[in-house]
């Protein structure tokens, strides 16, 4: 899948999203969709579920960061240098990824590094591990 592909994907996605009440519900709807993933991953679904799932998470994502800055492009971030040669290992970035989003929501921080982040590995898995 390419970049412009992946980004396509979670544009889609985001489009379908409701505005988060609150930070605490965005985190947990994004966590939500992380653990689908996880589970579509566990029961070998083929690339295409697999991109689904990953771009409704990425979408969280998206959600997050354009409701608090609409000055800076999301999908411009620094592609990462990051291994995913398998769609677990992708997960187990995406996880840790989720780590500093959730510091952010819980410490009433500014979420808008952690989201570009979260979305940046998004898009490094749809194109390393939804092929």
Same mark, same amino acid.
């Given at each position: 899948?390419?970049?412009?592909?992946?980004?396509? #994907? $979670? $544009?889609?996605?985001?489009?379908?999203?409701?505005?988060? =009440?609150?930070?605490?519900?965005?985190?947990?709807?994004?966590?939500?969709? #992380?653990?689908?993933?996880?589970?579509?991953?566990?029961?070998?679904?083929?690339?295409?579920? *697999?991109?689904?799932?990953?771009?409704?998470?990425?979408?969280?994502? *998206?959600?997050?960061?354009?409701?608090?800055?609409?000055? $800076?492009?999301?999908?411009?971030?620094?592609?990462?240098?990051?291994?995913?040669?398998?769609? =677990?290992?992708?997960?187990?970035? #995406?996880?840790?990824?989720?780590?500093? *989003?959730?510091?952010?929501? $819980?410490?009433?921080?500014?979420?808008?590094?952690?989201?570009?982040?979260?979305?940046?590995?998004?898009?490094?898995? #749809?194109?390393?591990?939804?092929?």
């Amino acid at each position: 899948m390419t970049r412009d592909e992946a980004v396509k #994907l $979670i $544009i889609d996605e985001y489009n379908k999203t409701e505005d988060f =009440h609150s930070d605490m519900e965005g985190y947990a709807l994004l966590k939500e969709k #992380l653990d689908g993933l996880w589970d579509d991953i566990k029961r070998d679904y083929p690339g295409k579920m *697999l991109a689904d799932s990953a771009a409704r998470m990425g979408a969280m994502a *998206l959600k997050f960061f354009n409701d608090r800055d609409k000055g $800076i492009n999301f999908f411009k971030t620094v592609p990462m240098d990051i291994s995913m040669a398998t769609p =677990h290992e992708g997960y187990a970035y #995406l996880l840790f990824a989720s780590g500093p *989003l959730w510091e952010s929501v $819980i410490g009433d921080k500014n979420v808008n590094r952690s989201a570009a982040v979260m979305g940046a590995a998004t898009i490094e898995f #749809l194109m390393r591990c939804c092929k």
